[in-house]
């Protein structure tokens, strides 16, 4: 399983943007589905975005869609997720996690960033 490590959070008024990274190691993410998942505290993991490996297929849940977009640089073995206007309601730790296929289960979990958005 590739490994995984997520950065770019920090702390952003409401209205605001962030790129949040996800940078593999150990192998290449060009084989892999990734997934952006967020946990709020006292709620469970949330699925965000997903995108095949090649980017011709991705998802976003309906609570982020067309305010988050997901890409991939295989070359630079990371994936981005870009989250414009952001609300008090996107505030959690952000994890990306990837999966050889969509039947397979999500590993390679990185320790998370927290984002913060202030009303």
């Known amino acids: 399983q590739v490994e995984l490590a997520e950065s770019g959070g920090g702390l952003v008024q409401a209205g605001g943007s962030l790129r949040l990274s996800c940078v593999a190691s150990g192998r290449t993410v060009s084989s892999y589905h990734i997934g952006w998942f967020r946990q709020a505290p006292g709620k469970g993991r949330e699925l965000v975005a997903h995108i095949s490996p090649s980017g011709g297929s991705i998802y976003y849940s309906p609570s982020v869609r067309g305010r988050f977009s997901v890409s991939r640089d295989n070359a630079e073995n990371t994936v981005y997720l870009r989250m414009d206007n952001l609300k008090p309601g996107d505030t959690a730790v952000y994890f990306c996690?990837?999966?050889?296929?969509?039947?397979?289960?999500?590993?390679?979990w990185g320790q998370g960033t927290q984002v913060t958005v202030s009303s």
């Open positions: 996690a990837s999966r050889l296929s969509t039947l397979s289960e999500f590993g390679g």
